[in-house]
């Protein structure tokens, strides 16, 4: 166990729909990283969160967005969903902005039908 | 930004063989590199880790080398098992630089019984 959590565990939802996905990171980390991983691929890095702000982005569409809140919990929400955005959604968590290893959660399933 | 790259995509070895991935990136400001291994459907793990200030780390089967010259470095897992078989991501990041873990796109092992 990493001692990140993330729910739901598995999702199905039909197109157009919106979901969120939500991480706890670690107890006493900082920083909230998501990825997404399509089937058979590799971990693509979505966006980071420090303590409440963003900071680094990656592939991450216009349709999805995140925050992180005061209590250090993040939430990507994803929109307008299209059949391409069934993946796997991994949040991970490390101590510092600056770095030390990133741990990731079990990750959240998400179907589009 | 940066860009690693990791070969082979996909290794057989007989049970009891080495194994050896090779990855390279592209930033020469990058300075910590983890190598993850996930097993089918599960989270990546953090199974070994080496820093620019240091050429070689070892533990146990698992090893891992970095030529910061030339700007690559390798995981090398000797007296392979069967357990041993799952897809393995090398990573770069900066740290101390607002870091940004970039994944390699995987290589699936295969430990032949």
């Known amino acids: 166990d990493s001692g990140v959590t993330q729910t739901p565990k598995h999702l199905i939802t039909a197109t157009g729909q919106r979901v969120t996905l939500r991480c706890s990171p670690r107890?006493?980390?900082?920083?909230v990283y998501w990825y997404q991983q399509s089937l058979d691929q590799g971990l693509q890095f979505l966006i980071q969160?420090?303590?409440?702000?963003?900071?680094a982005k990656g592939n991450i569409l216009e349709r999805f967005s995140a925050q992180q809140f005061p209590d250090l919990h993040s939430e990507l929400n994803l929109s307008s969903l299209e059949l391409g955005d069934s993946a796997l959604y991994f949040c991970?968590?490390?101590?510092?902005?600056?770095?030390?290893?990133?741990?990731f959660g079990e990750g959240s399933w998400l179907t589009v039908v | 930004g940066e860009n690693v790259e990791q070969h082979p995509s996909t290794l057989s070895v007989q049970e009891g063989d080495s194994a050896v991935i090779k990855c390279t990136y592209s930033?020469?400001?990058?300075?910590?590199f983890p190598w993850y291994k996930q097993e089918l459907g599960k989270r990546p793990q953090l199974i070994i880790d080496?820093?620019?200030?240091?050429g070689e780390k070892k533990d146990q089967r698992i090893a891992v080398t970095l030529n910061k010259t030339a700007k690559h470095f390798s995981l090398h897992i000797t007296e392979t098992q069967p357990e041993d078989s799952a897809v393995y991501f090398c990573?770069?990041?900066?740290?101390?630089?607002?870091?940004?873990?970039?994944f390699g796109p995987g290589t699936r092992l295969s430990v032949l019984p």
């Open positions: 080496i820093r620019s200030n240091v």
């Open positions: 930033d020469s400001a990058s300075n910590y």
């Open positions: 991970a968590s490390s101590e510092t902005v600056e770095g030390n290893t990133i741990y």
């Open positions: 990573a770069a990041s900066k740290e101390n630089y607002g870091q940004n873990f970039v």
């Open positions: 969160y420090y303590n409440g702000e963003e900071r």
């Open positions: 107890s006493g980390d900082l920083s």
